[in-house]
């Protein structure tokens, strides 16, 4: 229908016009990185506001705005209403060139409001629901519904985001659906959901439509974000690793280098200097100058290297176990169960 048109709009503007478009604010070295944030999220909420206030405009007005009553007025508050406005707008009074349309709008919502039934389905899922005589206990048709757009938005977000650079995106988008679908449960089950000075006008059905509107900024957002976010951390591991081997062997080289002098020239040098005075006495032999080899010193300093370079490699691998393991699976499977807790005790 009208609103499925309206997602499409949506995820095409977003994701061909705005996506883009945070894409280069985000570009490494055009901004500095916290300003760079700052911006791509104020560009962003700046076009969601825009576009979605647009949208809204264009929405023909609910039948409260019509009637100038609330959620919560009584059947003899709308009564009252639609009399006072009936003689406004009566096209024998009201000289507008719309003014047959205005007058058939106002009666069109003033029988749905005054339907029990009809008001409450109305409330729920908006003038469709209506049209198509829904009911407000069909819970299978609800849950299917919600069910088969979740499930496209999760398999077109999880195609956007393929790739290790998008999982933190996807965790994100994913964190949002979650979130959405359980105000969504709660806005189609709770029969008043929002105190009466909370949007009084607004309907469950409106805000269900606002949060499918907004979802496509959302979705998007969290792809420009988590891809400017994303550090490969198995990629900085491997490089961190090569460059401590490469400089532990070096050190080891040079190490060695030093031994092997030392060696060589640690030896005992006898210096015979016959040197003769002038009385003719006889060459003196100095004391004997021995080096003393730094050997055992060298092997203990290569062998706390080596040491090292091993600790190096396991506190390593045990980082990158420690990371595998945050899945979050945990954390969505509680999520659901609550979900489906929520649904059964409101049954």
């Known amino acids: 229908g009208e609103d ?3 997602g499409l709009t949506s995820f ?4 061909l016009f705005v996506y883009p478009s945070c894409s280069w604010i985000l570009k490494p070295g055009r901004f500095p990185r916290k300003k760079a944030i700052i911006y791509a999220i104020a560009f962003l909420c700046a076009l969601a506001f825009f576009k979605t206030s647009f949208e809204i405009v264009e929405r023909d007005a609910n039948h409260y705005n019509v009637l100038g009553v609330q959620r919560s007025s009584t059947a003899m508050e709308i009564k009252k209403s639609y009399k006072r406005l009936s003689l406004e707008l009566h096209p024998d009074k009201n000289k507008a060139p719309d003014a047959a349309d205005q007058f058939a709008h106002l009666k069109a919502s003033y029988d ?3 339907d029990v039934e009809n008001r409450v389905v109305y409330n729920k899922f908006g003038p469709d629901g209506v049209k ?9 048709g609800m849950l299917l519904e919600m069910g088969i757009f979740y499930a496209t938005w999760a398999m077109l977000s999880f195609v956007l985001t393929l790739g290790k ?3 933190m995106a996807r965790s994100w988008i994913y964190t949002g659906q979650i979130v959405m679908l359980l105000i969504e449960i709660t806005l189609m089950t709770t029969e008043e959901p929002f105190p009466d000075w909370f949007f ?9 439509w606002l949060l499918h509107t907004l979802f496509p900024a959302f979705m998007n957002g969290c792809r420009c974000l988590g891809g400017f976010l994303y550090v490969d951390m198995e990629g900085e591991t491997r490089k961190l690793l090569a460059a401590l081997e490469e400089s532990n062997k070096d050190i080891l080289l040079v190490l060695r280098d030093v031994q092997i002098g030392v060696q060589t020239q640690g030896g005992p040098r006898i210096s015979a200097d016959a040197s003769s005075s002038e009385g003719g006495t006889e060459g003196v032999m100095k ?3 021995i080096k003393a080899t730094p050997t055992g010193k060298l092997k203990e300093l290569e062998t706390k290297l080596a040491r090292n370079n091993s600790q190096v490699e396991q506190a390593v691998g045990a980082l990158k176990n ?4 945050g899945s979050g699976l945990g954390f969505y499977a509680m999520i659901l169960g609550y979900i489906a807790l929520t649904y059964f005790f409101n049954n």
Request: hydrophobic letters at 25%; charged letters at 25%.
């Open 322 to 325: 420690e990371g595998g393991k």
């Open 132 to 140: 198509n005589n829904k009911s407000t206990f069909d819970e299978t």
């Open 112 to 114: 749905v409001l005054m």
């Open 165 to 167: 650079s998008g999982n």
């Open 200 to 208: 009084p006008k607004t309907t469950e059905y409106e805000w269900i």
């Open 4 to 6: 499925s048109s309206d």
């Open 287 to 289: 004391v004997p100058i």
């Open 12 to 15: 095409l503007f977003y994701t």
